[in-house]
C-alpha cells in the first residue's frame, strides 16, 4: 500500500472531533493527541521551524532549495473533525476498483449509493476509501493532512524539484468556525497559502458568502390565561408575524450559485420571549448590507404597527468574501490553475456557499484559497474519497511548489 494511504488511514484512527460546546481551544483534547503524533511525524521528516503551540496549532518548513528569492507558500489543513458526526472508532473500507452499483458499508445496514450520489457514476475504476456506516470518514480533513504530509515527502526525496519556503500549518476547531483565531500568520511566515480543504478532483475555491447573524428578539408580556383579555402580549405571535414577512424564496432550499438567502436557523419560544436566529449570506458585499437593511427596515414596520420596543434586532458579521483579499494578488491563483492543467487536472472554479478558514486567513492578511482533496460527503457516515483523487491532489502540492519556485527564477 502506498505511503498516502498508509498516512491517511494511521491519521483517521485519532478521534478528533472538535466540539462547539467547549469554549477551550484546542476545544477537545483528542485534537491535541493527533497535533502531538504529527509533531513528531514532521520532526521525523526533517522538517524545521517545528511548533506546536499550546493551543493545538501546528507549524513548520520545508526550507528553499535554490540560490534565489522565491515568495514563500504555505499549505494549511485542519485535524478536528465535524461534530455532525463520531468520528471515534473509523473503520475504512477500501473498495479496489470500484465498477458501479450499491456499496454495503459495513454489515450492509447502510448503503453508499450511485442513486442517491450520482458522482459515483465518474469514479468507476478508481480505488474508494469508505467508511463501514457509523462514522464519518475524516477525509474532511485529514486527507488534507496526508496529500501535504506525502507532497512534502516527495519534494524532500527529489531534491532536483525545486522549490522555495514550504511552509506547513495544521490548525484545530476548524468545524466549529475557530480555526484561524488563533493563527499567528507572522510566525507561520508565508506570503500566501492553501487550504487543502475541497472535495472532488479539480476544485479551487476563492470566493465565499459574507455572512452576518440576525438574532430577532420578540418580547411580550405573559399573564394567566383565563385573566389574559386586553393584557397578554404573545411574543411568539409577534415571532411568527415577523418570520411571515421575509422573502419566502431567498432561503437555503431555494437558491444556488450565487444566490443569497435569509435562513431562520433556530428559535427558542415563550409567550414572555421570543428569540429567532437568523444567518444571513450573500457573495456581494453591496447586497449583503441590502439585506442587513432589509431586516432593520422589517423591524421597524413591526414595531410601527405594535407597541414600539417590541421587536428587536442585533446584527453581528461574523466573515466576509475572501474574494476581495485575493483579487489584489492574481498569481495565487493562476499559479493553482497551471498547477492544475499540469497535472491533467482542469480547474473547477465555483464559490462556496459558506465560509473557510481561508477567508479568514485572508482578511487576518495571508491571501488563502481553498484546493480540493479527492474526497465527498463530508460530515458524515456516507463520506468516502478516491485514492486517485487523493494522488492527484499531491501531485497538484508538488506542482504548485515547483511552478512557484519557476516562476521567480
Ligand atoms: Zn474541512
Redesign the pocket.
Known amino acids: 500500500m502506498n505511503e498516502l494511504v498508509q498516512r491517511f488511514l494511521r491519521y483517521v484512527t485519532f478521534d478528533t472531533q472538535s466540539n462547539p460546546a467547549d469554549l477551550g481551544c484546542p476545544s477537545t483534547q483528542g485534537q491535541m493527541v493527533f497535533a502531538e503524533f504529527l509533531k513528531q511525524e514532521l520532526i521525523d521528516m526533517g522538517l524545521s521551524n517545528v511548533s506546536l503551540d499550546s493551543n493545538g496549532y501546528l507549524m513548520a518548513r520545508l526550507p528553499s532549495n535554490v540560490d534565489y528569492d522565491v515568495p514563500a507558500i504555505g499549505f494549511i489543513a485542519?485535524m478536528d473533525t465535524a461534530p455532525d458526526a463520531s468520528g471515534k472508532d473509523v473503520k475504512p473500507q477500501i473498495i479496489d476498483d470500484y465498477q458501479g452499483g450499491d456499496i454495503a458499508l459495513g454489515k450492509g445496514d447502510e448503503i453508499l449509493s450511485p442513486i442517491q450520489y450520482p458522482e459515483l457514476h465518474k469514479l468507476h475504476g478508481h480505488n474508494l476509501i469508505t467508511t463501514d456506516g457509523t462514522t464519518l470518514l475524516g477525509a474532511?480533513?485529514k486527507a488534507g493532512i496526508a496529500e501535504i504530509l506525502s507532497a512534502i515527502s516527495e519534494l524532500i526525496a527529489n531534491p532536483d524539484i525545486s522549490h522555495g519556503d514550504i511552509c506547513v500549518g495544521f490548525t484545530p476547531d476548524?468545524?466549529i468556525g475557530r480555526g484561524a483565531n488563533l493563527f499567528d500568520v507572522e510566525k507561520f511566515g508565508a506570503k500566501w497559502a492553501y487550504t487543502i480543504?475541497g472535495g472532488p478532483v479539480g476544485e479551487l475555491e476563492f470566493e465565499n458568502f459574507n455572512a452576518t447573524s440576525a438574532d430577532v428578539i420578540c418580547h411580550g408580556v405573559n399573564v394567566h390565561p383565563g385573566t389574559a383579555k386586553g393584557k397578554m402580549v404573545n411574543s411568539m405571535n409577534i415571532a411568527a408575524q415577523f418570520q411571515m414577512m421575509m422573502p419566502a424564496d431567498e432561503t437555503p432550499e431555494t437558491t444556488e450559485g450565487y444566490e443569497g438567502f435569509y435562513h431562520l436557523k433556530s428559535a427558542e419560544m415563550s409567550v414572555a420571549r421570543s428569540e429567532l436566529g437568523y444567518i444571513i449570506r450573500d457573495f456581494d458585499r453591496e447586497a449583503q448590507e441590502q439585506r442587513k437593511q432589509f431586516m432593520v427596515d422589517k423591524v421597524a414596520e413591526l414595531n410601527e404597527k405594535l407597541e414600539k420596543g417590541r421587536v428587536e434586532l442585533i446584527l453581528t458579521d461574523s466573515y466576509f468574501n475572501m474574494k476581495e483579499q485575493v483579487e489584489p494578488f492574481p498569481h495565487v491563483i493562476e499559479l493553482a490553475k497551471q498547477a492544475m492543467i499540469a497535472c491533467d487536472v482542469e480547474p473547477q472554479i465555483k464559490p462556496i456557499r459558506g465560509g473557510t478558514d481561508g477567508a479568514r486567513l485572508s482578511f487576518m492578511g495571508l491571501p488563502c484559497p481553498n484546493i480540493f482533496t479527492g474526497g465527498y460527503n463530508?460530515h458524515g457516515i456516507h463520506e468516502f474519497i478516491s485514492i486517485e483523487g487523493m494522488e492527484q491532489a499531491v501531485k497538484v502540492i508538488v506542482t504548485l511548489a515547483e511552478k512557484t519556485a519557476l516562476n521567480y527564477r
Request: hydrophobic share 15%; glycine share 0%; net charge negative.
Open positions: 485542519h474532511d480533513n476548524e468545524e480543504d463530508f
